[in-house]
């Protein structure tokens, strides 16, 4: 079947660098992107690869391994903001719209 | 700026009621899609639609239907309310870079007692 697996919680200070794996198994892959959601919010996107290596946007960065189905986001300078959960989430269809997301990792920065 | 517009933002519906849910995408968004979010889970792809007519779907049962009007407003009708229902309904455009890089409304939070 279908599946990411990301941990559930990560906690951190401020300042520090957080890295959230995601592990996928798709029938399809056409990308592999990130959303930041904030309690209440609406999922918002931070990152995305669709060939092997490092995207880094800002603060963000995401990596992708598609011989390994694994890829990362690493958040740097972590910020009391940054408390969110992030979610994987894998384009499986060369059309449409379709993502299948991993159930989030809970991210928590202490001061 | 406004991307995508949902409504209602809260409702309350009890188990064997009907419910319609209703967005509007960011002028000139063709292509919107239905996603549903349990409490502490990632989003589930509900359906897409696409000069109005559904395109693709999810493993969502006959209950949930849906329609995209001339204007690319879409509504989610979900019919025969369970209480696994309850949930945050989201809806989704694809931006300028890609089926990737959705924009989604704030949803609408849907409790069934």
């Known amino acids: 079947g279908q599946s990411l697996e990301q941990p559930s919680e990560v906690t951190a200070v401020e300042g520090a660098i957080v890295q959230i794996n995601c592990t996928y198994q798709?029938?399809?892959?056409?990308?592999l992107s990130w959303y930041q959601q904030h309690d209440g919010g609406a999922p918002t996107f931070l990152s995305y690869n669709a060939l092997d290596g490092l995207e880094e946007t800002g603060r963000f960065s995401s990596f992708l391994s598609r011989s390994d189905s694994y890829g990362y986001l690493l958040l740097q300078e972590l910020q009391m903001k940054d408390s969110a959960s992030y979610f994987c989430?894998?384009?499986?269809?060369?059309?449409?719209?379709?993502?299948?997301f991993g159930g989030g990792t809970r991210v928590l920065v202490k001061p | 700026d406004a991307g995508v517009t949902q409504s209602p933002t809260h409702l309350i519906k009890t188990r064997g009621q009907q419910v319609t849910l209703r967005c509007s995408p960011k002028?000139?968004?063709?292509?919107v899609s239905w996603y549903q979010q349990a409490l502490g889970q990632g989003p589930q792809f509900i359906f897409q639609?696409?000069?109005?007519?559904?395109?693709q779907r999810g493993n969502f049962p006959d209950r949930f239907s849906g329609h995209q009007f001339p204007n690319y407003s879409s509504e989610l009708n979900v019919n025969a309310l369970l209480l696994g229902d309850s949930a945050l309904y989201l809806c989704?455009?694809?931006?300028?870079?890609?089926?990737?890089?959705?924009?989604f409304g704030a949803g609408s939070r849907l409790t069934v007692l």
């Open positions: 002028s000139g968004h063709d292509t």
């Open positions: 989704a455009t694809k931006g300028a870079l890609g089926a990737n890089v959705l924009t």
């Open positions: 798709t029938s399809g892959f056409y990308g």
């Open positions: 989430a894998v384009r499986e269809g060369a059309a449409g719209n379709k993502l299948t």
């Open positions: 639609y696409y000069e109005e007519e559904e395109r």
